[in-house]
């Protein structure tokens, strides 16, 4: 034991002698430890000079907070931050169009020419002195534009002759938490919820405080607390002052609060006999009760409501429509400016519907127009739910007359959980891009919902409390890609995963290529292992983790993987096209037209749209029955290959961290694997396929 502690204790003081120190990643991607490169330190040094925030705020305090302990860290020096410039050379921070400093560096007008949140970082010349000035007409600009900066040195960018201008594209960007308040997380992964309900409002865990400053960080200005599963009991009086209590360390990094609502609250928790929203006395109940809400958190963002959705109570309950139950919330909110996001997440039983991915579009387009102006329409990122890869919803762009904020999925349900590295920011760039048609070519989704009346983009988080928050540590990049594409920001998949990279494992120039070329591909490589083609829904139907394609429910056909691939002796996929279920006819003629095609469907979507002979031939070449094969394979082979990279940056990464994803890695490739073979075994017991040279030996499918 004696002998281990000494070797533990000499390995560390190695470490540090070499630069790497313990890591459990809890710092996430604001490490701020010393630039090793001394030219460029000594450099930064000079340009920094001393650090100037003027004013007298919870959130220039945070900004004072920040930019000394990053700058000290980076810098390797204290860095004491002062009031008042005093004609040396200084990183100035202004959060005011009105502030004497704004006139001595001569950028008023431009200032004030910007909107909320939005902020400007400029070398300015002044006596001889370089300043550099962060300056917004707000707080939460200034804060942001701070954060800004620090990236800045942290991945290590010329800092001499800035000229930057950022404005955020949507108002509201949020992460939702899928947490219950017994403490457990739907869908999480990284152990238990971040809110301590049990311990508040008298204890406050400081990782509040650093769950704030990563998410400010990024751009991210709001959180739902808690599922939207949501139990009454959430707004009973007590569970608000603890919301409160957590509202308040969040606010002064510009984050605000919303809560999901059960719809049958005024009943269960009011104890009325209705929560009809035609009956006066619930209108008044969610009156009341917002009205307590807003005095104990002055700043509360609204409510996120799943109703008449898998089993939660809504509107439909009373023969009323969504516009009816979100109108009547939307109404008690309004005086208050806070908003409904209403989620489209609705499908019916097989019974029901053939197709379920038709059945948001069939409720809510008669819909449109009838919302409350504070009302979104929240629409998750596909038509079914959160799959490796879904076509775009076709709500985005068909709802003319409603706000409608998208719902992405951050914490990875059906892509590994937090064992497989997969990094998201492809996926949410390909959604983004997506052209809707709906005013002609070029209407991406990402236009459509900027041009909303309220703007607004969702992701459920990953965060736990586990010590590195997100179970993988290389599942802090997804939070962190959220944050920054949610902001708007046109920076490239890659240019994501590089500033991550360097923020969050070294700017080594190794270490930089090897894990983006890891991220770069991890999403498609997930995709590809599980669910290629189009395929989609053949997960098991508890932890979403494992395969079943093989099963078809009696009772529940639309849980069970056939419903979703109708695999059978002569072919494979779901026909959506006119002579299927004709999903494709939700979305505009132009994108109807290219999904419905077969030459002209993107092979990504293929089995999506089509159902097809396992002999078809694609475009690249291989039939049907090869391109699964070789899809598959190739899955399985990039994680092979991340084994191999990772292994490459042995010693040049923390041996915890190393060690950890490492471990994860092997994981992953069990988990592909198995993907892998238990969906090619059984569709080779459907199609009765000779195994396939295409494979290699040991993952030839048998006959
Ligand atoms: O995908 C399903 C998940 C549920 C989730 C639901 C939803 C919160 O499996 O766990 O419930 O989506 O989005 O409402």
Redesign the pocket.
């Known amino acids: 034991m004696r002998v281990q502690l000494n070797i533990t204790a000499v390995l560390s003081i190695l470490l540090l002698a070499g630069g790497l120190r313990a890591e459990d990643g809890h710092r996430l991607w604001l490490r701020y430890d010393q630039i090793q490169d001394r030219q460029l330190l000594k450099q930064y040094s000079l340009q920094v000079g001393e650090i100037v925030v003027a004013g007298d705020s919870p959130t220039l305090t945070a900004i004072r907070g920040e930019l000394h302990r990053g700058l000290s860290g980076l810098l390797g020096q204290d860095m004491s931050v002062v009031t008042n410039w005093k004609q040396k050379s200084a990183v100035m921070v202004i959060a005011s169009t009105n502030s004497l400093l704004m006139e001595t560096v001569g950028l008023r007008q431009e200032l004030a020419s910007l909107g909320d949140e939005a902020y400007l970082i400029r070398s300015v010349t002044k006596d001889n002195r370089l300043l550099t000035v962060v300056a917004s007409p707000t707080e939460a600009g200034a804060l942001y534009g701070a954060f800004h900066f620090l990236r800045l040195l942290q991945t290590q960018q010329n800092i001499s002759n800035l000229n930057i201008t950022e404005q955020p594209k949507l108002q509201r960007r949020i992460l939702d938490h899928?947490d219950n308040l017994d403490g457990t997380v739907?869908?999480g992964y990284a152990g238990k919820s971040l809110w301590k309900w049990s311990e508040l409002p008298g204890m406050l865990d400081p990782r509040y405080q650093d769950y704030a400053r990563a998410c400010a960080s990024i751009g991210l200005n709001g959180v739902v607390l808690n599922?939207?599963?949501a139990k009454p009991e959430q707004l009973a009086t007590d569970n608000l002052k603890k919301a409160a209590k957590l509202a308040e360390v969040l606010r002064p990094y510009g984050i605000r609060v919303y809560l999901t609502a059960n719809f049958a609250s005024p009943k269960k928790l009011g104890g009325l006999w209705t929560a009809n929203p035609t009956d006066p006395k619930a209108r008044r109940w969610w009156k009341d009760k917002v009205d307590e809400i807003y005095s104990l958190i002055p700043d509360f963002g609204g409510f996120l409501m799943?109703a008449n959705?898998?089993g939660?109570p809504g509107p439909q309950d009373y023969k009323l429509t969504h516009a009816d139950g979100a109108n009547m919330i939307a109404e008690a909110l309004a005086p208050h400016d806070g908003v409904v996001m209403w989620?489209a997440?609705v499908y019916n039983s097989s019974k029901v519907d053939k197709d379920r991915a038709k059945r948001a579009y069939l409720e809510f387009m008669p819909l449109d127009g009838k919302f409350a102006t504070n009302v979104f329409v929240q629409v998750?990122n596909g038509p079914i739910?959160?799959q490796p890869r879904e076509p775009f919803h076709p709500l985005f762009g068909a709802l003319k007359k409603t706000s409608v904020m998208a719902?992405c999925?951050i914490t990875q349900?059906?892509m590994g959980h937090s064992t497989d590295i997969v990094f998201l920011a492809p996926m949410w760039k390909e959604l983004f891009q997506s052209d809707t048609f709906a005013n002609g070519r070029g209407t991406t989704v990402m236009d459509t919902l900027e041009a909303s009346p309220l703007t607004g983009i969702a992701g459920?988080s990953n965060a736990g409390d586990d010590t590195n928050w997100c179970g993988h540590d290389f599942a802090q990049a997804n939070w962190y890609a959220f944050g920054r594409l949610a902001w708007g920001s046109n920076l490239s998949s890659d240019q994501i995963a590089e500033e991550w990279t360097r923020m969050t494992w070294g700017s080594d120039a190794k270490v930089v290529s090897t894990v983006e070329a890891m991220l770069r591909g991890s999403w498609e490589a997930c995709v590809n292992y599980e669910m290629p083609l189009g395929l989609h829904h053949i997960m098991e139907g508890g932890g979403?983790y494992d395969p079943k394609p093989g099963t078809l429910s009696r009772n529940t056909p639309e849980y069970s993987g056939w419903y979703y691939h109708k695999a059978d002796v002569k072919g494979i996929g779901f026909d959506r096209t006119a002579t299927g279920s004709d999903a494709v006819g939700q979305y505009a003629p132009e994108v109807a037209a290219r999904f419905a095609n077969l030459e002209a469907c993107p092979p990504e979507l293929f089995l999506w749209f089509h159902h097809v002979s396992w002999d078809y031939r694609l475009k690249t070449g291989h039939t049907v029955w090869e391109e699964l094969c070789s899809r598959y394979q190739a899955g399985v082979d990039y994680v092979k290959e991340m084994q191999v990279q990772w292994e490459s940056l042995r010693g040049k990464v923390d041996v915890d961290r190393f060690e950890s994803v490492q471990t994860k890695l092997e994981a992953q490739l069990r988990h592909a694997t198995n993907w892998r073979d238990v969906c090619l075994r059984y569709f080779q017991t459907v199609n009765h396929k000779q195994g396939l040279k295409l494979l290699a030996d040991e993952t030839q499918p048998k006959n």
Do not use: A, G, I, L
Request: net charge negative; no cysteine.
């Open positions: 899928w739907e869908r599922n939207v599963n799943k959705s898998e939660q989620r997440f998750k739910d959160f719902e999925e349900e059906n459920v979403h």
